[in-house]
C-alpha cells in the first residue's frame, strides 16, 4: 500500500507541474483554470463518486460504510478542538485560515485519486463517507469559523450540491441494484477517467499564481503545514487504530484526513474578506509538502495496524 501510493504523488507531482507549466505559457489562464475547476468539482468529481456505487451488493460493504461514516465523524470530531486548542489566537496570526486550514482537507481533488489508487472504486466508495461529512461540517462549522455567525441555513444547500445528489443517488442504486446499461455506463467511465490528470493540472495552475518566495518567508504556512499534514493526521491515526476497523476503510479515512489543505479555504477566503493570499500560500506548501507527508502517514499506519494485530 505504501508503495502505491507513493508511487501516486509522485505521478500527481508530474501533473501538477504540467499544470504550472501551462500556466505559465499561457496555455490555461485563470478564467479558464475557474471553469476547469467548476467542471471538475460538479460534473467529474460527482460522476465518479457515482460510479463508485455501481457495484454488487454486499453486506460487507454496508457495514464498512456505515464503519467509514463513523470514523469520519470521530476524525473531525478530534481535528475540531484540537485544532482550536494547538492553534492560538495572536494578535498578528491569520488565525480563522490557519485554524481552517488544519482542519479541512482536500479529500475530492487529492483524497480520491490516493484511494482510488490504493483501493479502487471500493476505496472510492467508502471516501463517500468522509467526503458527506465533510460536506456537512464545512458548510457549518467552516463558516461559522470563518465568519463568526452561526447561519445553519447552509446546511441545506449542502443537499443540493451535485456532489451530495450523486452520493444520495449513488446509494439508491447500490441498495436497489440498479445497474446502468452498457453503454450510459460506458461513457461515464470515459468522465470518471478525467478526474485525477484534470484535478492536478487544475491545482498546478493554481499554485503557479503563487509568490513563492513571498511563501517561503512566512513561518505560518509552514506551522499551519504541520499542523494539517502531521500533528493532527498522527493523532487520526493513533485513535483510529485503537478503534480497530477494516484496514481499507481505516486507511481511506486517514488518507483523507492527511490530504493537504483545502481549497475551500481560498474560496471562503474570497466570499468572507479574509486573506485569500495567505490561504492560496497554505494551499500550494501544503500540495507540494504532501507528496513527503502523505507515504510517512501511510507507513505509520500500517506499522501501527501490525503491532495492533
Known amino acids: 500500500m505504501t508503495g502505491n501510493i507513493i508511487r ?29 475547476s467548476r467542471f471538475m468539482l460538479q460534473v467529474v468529481n460527482p460522476v465518479l463518486i457515482f460510479m463508485s456505487y455501481q457495484t454488487d451488493f454486499h453486506r460487507e460493504l454496508v457495514r464498512n460504510l456505515l464503519t ?21 489566537r495572536k494578535p498578528d496570526r491569520e488565525t480563522e485560515i490557519e485554524r481552517f486550514s488544519s482542519i479541512y482537507s482536500n479529500c475530492g481533488f487529492m483524497g480520491i485519486p490516493l484511494v482510488n489508487a490504493m483501493f479502487g472504486m471500493e476505496g472510492v466508495f ?17 463558516v461559522i469559523l470563518m465568519t463568526g455567525e452561526r447561519d445553519f441555513r447552509q446546511v441545506v444547500k449542502v ?4 456532489t451530495i445528489l450523486s452520493i444520495v443517488l449513488g446509494m439508491l442504486t447500490f441498495f436497489l441494484q440498479i445497474r446502468l446499461p452498457e453503454i450510459p455506463s460506458a461513457a461515464l ?16 495552475v493554481t499554485m503557479a499564481g503563487t509568490d513563492v518566495k513571498s511563501l517561503i518567508r512566512k513561518g505560518g504556512v509552514y506551522r499551519t503545514c504541520a499542523m494539517k499534514l502531521l500533528i493532527l493526521p498522527l493523532i487520526v491515526t493513533g485513535v483510529i487504530t485503537l478503534i480497530g476497523a477494516d484496514p481499507k476503510v481505516s486507511a481511506t479515512v486517514i488518507v483523507a484526513a492527511a490530504a493537504p489543505p483545502a481549497t475551500m479555504c481560498t474560496l471562503f477566503s474570497l466570499r468572507y474578506g479574509k486573506n ?7 494551499f500550494t506548501a501544503g500540495t507540494i509538502l504532501s507528496v513527503l507527508t502523505l507515504p510517512i502517514i501511510t507507513i505509520i499506519n500500517e506499522y501501527l495496524s501490525k503491532m495492533r494485530i
Open 8 to 36: 501516486q504523488t509522485i505521478i500527481m507531482l508530474i501533473l501538477i507541474i504540467t499544470g504550472v507549466i501551462c500556466s505559465k505559457t499561457g496555455m490555461i489562464s485563470e478564467k479558464a483554470n475557474k471553469e476547469l
Open 189 to 204: 467511465n470515459y468522465i470518471k477517467e478525467l478526474n485525477t490528470p484534470m484535478a492536478m493540472i487544475v491545482s498546478g
Open 68 to 88: 467509514a461514516f463513523g470514523l469520519s465523524v470521530l476524525a473531525f470530531g478530534v481535528m475540531i478542538p484540537l485544532a482550536y486548542i494547538l492553534v492560538r
Open 126 to 142: 467508502y471516501l463517500t463517507a468522509f467526503i458527506t461529512v465533510f460536506n456537512v461540517v464545512v458548510w457549518t462549522h467552516g
Open 276 to 282: 485569500s493570499l495567505y490561504a492560496s500560500e497554505i
Open 159 to 162: 443537499f443540493y450540491s451535485p
